[in-house]
Structure formats: C-alpha cells, structure tokens
C-alpha cells in the first residue's frame, strides 16, 4: 500500500512502495513539479536539425562531448545513442545510454536526454538545476540564439532555472580534477 500524503503536507523524502510484499527504497530525487512547463517551452523553440540516423546522432554527441568547453565541465565521457526501437518516449539511462525513436531525432531532444545525463540525481527530473544544464548545452550545442530563445520560452512557461549544476569549467582546471 503506497503511502498516502496528508492535506497540506510534504512528501517523504524516500517513499516506501510495497510490491510482492516486500518493501524497497525508490529513488530520492525530489518531486518534478516543472516537466510539463519545460516540455511546453521547449515546444516553442526550433528543435534544430533533424538527424535522421543512429550514425548522424551519435557523430553530433561525439562532437558536443570532446570539445574543450565540454570536458571542462564534465570531464570526458561518452554517451551511446540507440535507435529508440519499441520506445514510445526518447530516454536517457545512468549510463549514458541514449534511446531515440524517429520522432525524437533533433538537436534539441538530444540535448535534452544528454542534459538527464549531466543532472546530479539529487536534483529533480526536470527542476531548475536540469533546466540550467540544459540551457547551457543549448547554448554550445546549438548557438546563443536558440539559447536565448529557450530561455524566454522558460520566463513564458514559468520554468525555473539555476546553472547550480553547470560546474565551472575555470575551477576544474585550475584543481586539476578528472572527473
């Protein structure tokens, strides 16, 4: 039995779900209160270049992910696009493992599921720390227009938005870090 939330009250932290009676621990990550606001403003800006292939998407990734600004932040790391096949919704997994079905194949969807990637599981699905993530990615990966363009679809939307995630790539440097 899922436990139940009392008027006016917070969810626990860790909710406890009973499944085949026995009791197990679900993910911390804290309530995603914003997804439909972000997947609306994301709806208002062009979603970039359609890249119709598994080849084309994870050339564009390889090519976002070893660039200097990138591997500041980050440090390197890949990512695996997959063809997406049975998968109604694009995803992206704790391993990097990206799942693109044909509709979801653009610059934009692609940074979004790299964002998930990128996002501290500490930090809700689509809060404001994965909004910033996100923001910045489109920044350098699709340009400063569309960057600004998404930004004001976020003000229109509502969407809050922090670059609290977005590690500055100077500090890594300078500490000589590796991940």
Do not use: I
């Not at 694009?90 to 493992?97: K, L, P, S, W």
């Amino acid at each position: 039995m899922l436990p139940v939330r009392q008027s006016g009250g917070h969810p626990p932290s860790l909710r406890r779900l009973a499944t085949l009676g026995r009791v197990t621990d679900a993910s911390p990550r804290p309530r995603d209160s914003q997804r439909a606001r972000l997947y609306r403003a994301e709806g208002e800006v062009d979603a970039g270049r359609r890249l119709p292939t598994v080849e084309r998407m994870q050339a564009w990734v390889d090519g976002l992910v070893a660039t200097d600004w990138f591997v500041a932040r980050w440090s390197a790391r890949s990512f695996e696009v997959r063809p997406g096949f049975g998968h109604r919704r694009a995803t992206a997994d704790e391993n990097g493992v990206l799942q693109m079905p044909k509709w979801a194949r653009t610059e934009l969807v692609l940074l979004h599921e790299v964002a998930h990637c990128l996002t501290p599981t500490a930090f809700a699905s689509h809060g404001p720390e994965y909004a910033g993530v996100l923001l910045a990615l489109s920044r350098r990966g699709m340009g400063p227009a569309t960057a600004q363009a998404l930004e004001d679809a976020f003000v229109r939307q509502r969407v809050r938005w922090t670059l609290a995630a977005v590690p500055d790539g100077r500090a890594r440097r300078r500490s000589g870090a590796n991940c």
